[in-house]
Each structure stands twice: as structure tokens, then as C-alpha cells.
Nanobody
Framework: QVQLVESGGGLVQPGGSLRLSCAAS????????MGWYRQAPGKQRELVAF???????NYADSVKGRFTISRDNAKNTLYLQMNMLRPEDTAVYYC?????????????????WGQGTQVTVSS
């Protein structure tokens, strides 16, 4: 079983910065991608950024150039550095870890979510 615990959210003024952390516990064997998602009130959850175990990264267009995803393997921790924050970045942010495995030769995937951390950008 894998547990993910986010931290680092809060209230920040427009133009400010925050760093989110997602500490993972449990076996990371078969992990292949880690990501950050967000969900604003009344909207669907959306992908913000992801990083693979091969360190390939991808970002939503709305955060490119402002957010940076990174990971510390030794600490089993995923980060999201958020700079130049805007009011439209206000949302609950969730980390997500995806795993791949096989059962009787057939591949399957499974995932875990953190509990979410609130980010509010307001003056």
C-alpha cells in the first residue's frame, strides 16, 4: 500500500510563489509516473504537470514557464514549485502516483492519490 501526503499549500498574493511537496511511503517498485493535478470549485480535475521515472516532464499550457515539477528519489518526495501565481491557479492540488505491473502476463495499471492541499491566490 502506498500513502501520499501533500503539504505546502496556503494563501499567497498574485505574483507570489509556493512549493508543494508530496511525501510517499510504501513500495515504489513498478512506479512509472508522478503528477500534480488540481481542481477548482465547479470545475473538473485537471493535470498540471507530470514527471516519469525517466525524468521526462510535461506541463499544462496554463502553467508552462511558471511551474516546475521535480522529485527526490532518496526522500520519495515529489515537488511542485509554483512561481508567478495567478488567481486562476486557485484550486485544491493533488499528487498522483501511477504504477504498472503484470498479472499472469497481462499488464495493468493502478494509482494512488494524496488528500489534496488548498492553494489560494488572492490579494
Amino acid at each position: 500500500q502506498v500513502q501520499l501526503v501533500e503539504s505546502g499549500g496556503g494563501l499567497v498574493q498574485p505574483g507570489g510563489s509556493l512549493r508543494l511537496s508530496c511525501a510517499a511511503s510504501g513500495s515504489m517498485y513498478k512506479l512509472y509516473v508522478m503528477g500534480w493535478y488540481r481542481q477548482a470549485p465547479g470545475k473538473q480535475r485537471e493535470l498540471v504537470a507530470f514527471i516519469t521515472t525517466a525524468d521526462y516532464q510535461n506541463y499544462a499550457d496554463s502553467v508552462k514557464g511558471r511551474f516546475t515539477i521535480s522529485r527526490d528519489n532518496a526522500k520519495n518526495t515529489l515537488y511542485l514549485q509554483m512561481n508567478m501565481l495567478r488567481p486562476e491557479d486557485t484550486a485544491v492540488y493533488y499528487c498522483n502516483f501511477k504504477f504498472r505491473d503484470t498479472a499472469y502476463g497481462d499488464p495493468y495499471e493502478y494509482e494512488y492519490w494524496g488528500q489534496g492541499t488548498q492553494v489560494t491566490v488572492s490579494s
